[in-house]
């Protein structure tokens, strides 16, 4: 008994032994990016993981030089009303392709998921004047949109999927209950999806919020710039100013980081159950 015992223990150590080293590399770009944020100009390009003395006149640089504020609020405004869309559209499609099995669902989800082997590069220049043609360039809703546009396809997948293996007796006996489309949506539906709502809120709010190319593309006046586009005016071929650039990328990743301390146990959950999907 005792021989079986230490084996299962001895590979719990060996398990989070590997983990931690895994997570120490894992953890190098991350501590070199608060490193240099805190570094002197004379430092900068030094080696070493970690130098001293430390200085925080990077952030107060870069915080001074730019309304940070506002731009937190631009990249804020932006990244929940495109997830509020990617979630409410995607799961609602999801709804009448896996459940209601509307005529026509199929092709139309067929088309969409066609749209993920299109890169994102090849859609910036229709894109852009289809947005000036709308006079959306310098608005919200002109990345909003786009944003929702592509990511829609990819949680429309996902969604779908639980959906699918849900129990169907479910969804017949609360139509025999009386309950019409629309309350069987939300009584029924997203209850048991919920999983995979969580994790594609998540996904979403990452991606929208670290989006740099369209972004770049559609905003061009200062007032309405999100975070990622403001690393830019500290980098270049003439310019360069490594401990700026990378205290405002730590103050990027910040919200990510503590976005994901707070739910990162529901977003294992989500990862979890759609691993036996099917």
């Given at each position: 008994m005792m021989a079986p015992l230490a084996r299962s223990r001895m590979r719990g150590v060996v398990i989070h032994a590997v983990l931690f080293i895994v997570l120490g590399f894992w953890?190098?770009?991350?501590?070199?990016?608060?490193?240099?944020?805190?570094?002197?100009?004379?430092?900068?390009?030094?080696?070493?993981?970690?130098?001293?003395?430390?200085?925080?006149d990077n952030f107060v640089t870069v915080i001074r030089d730019n309304p940070l504020g506002g731009i937190f609020l631009n990249s804020l405004i932006i990244t929940v009303a495109t997830v509020a869309i990617v979630v409410a559209v995607s799961s609602l499609f999801a709804f009448a392709c896996a459940i209601l099995r509307l005529k026509g669902s199929m092709l139309l989800y067929t088309t969409l998921l066609t749209t993920l082997m299109v890169p994102l590069a090849?859609?910036?220049?229709?894109?852009?004047?289809?947005?000036?043609?709308?006079?959306?360039?310098?608005?919200?809703?002109?990345?909003?949109l786009p944003y929702a546009a592509?990511?829609?396809?990819?949680?429309?997948?996902?969604?779908?999927?639980?959906?699918?293996?849900?129990?169907?007796?479910?969804?017949?006996?609360?139509?025999?209950?009386?309950?019409?489309?629309?309350?069987?949506?939300?009584?029924?539906?997203?209850?048991?999806?919920?999983?995979a709502l969580v994790f594609v809120t998540i996904w979403q709010f990452i991606v929208t919020w670290n989006e740099f190319f369209l972004a770049l593309i559609v905003l061009t006046r200062?007032?309405?710039?999100?975070?990622?586009?403001?690393?830019?005016?500290?980098?270049?071929?003439?310019?360069?100013?490594?401990?700026?650039?990378?205290?405002?990328l730590t103050l990027i990743a910040l919200p990510l980081i503590l976005l994901y301390v707070l739910v990162q146990r529901a977003f294992v959950r989500g990862l979890l159950a759609g691993a036996v999907k099917g």
């Open positions: 953890m190098v770009p991350q501590v070199y990016m608060l490193s240099i944020g805190l570094r002197t100009p004379a430092q900068a390009f030094d080696a070493a993981l970690f130098t001293w003395p430390v200085t925080f090849s859609m910036v220049l229709p894109l852009a004047i289809l947005l000036k043609n709308f006079g959306w360039v310098n608005t919200y809703i002109g990345l909003i592509l990511g829609v396809p990819f949680a429309m997948v996902i969604l779908k999927a639980f959906m699918e293996d849900a129990p169907r007796e479910l969804f017949e006996a609360a139509r025999v209950d009386g309950c019409n489309a629309w309350q069987t949506y939300w009584h029924v539906a997203l209850p048991l999806v919920r999983p200062s007032e309405m710039k999100t975070l990622t586009i403001v690393p830019m005016q500290y980098s270049g071929l003439y310019m360069a100013n490594p401990g700026a650039l990378f205290a405002i």
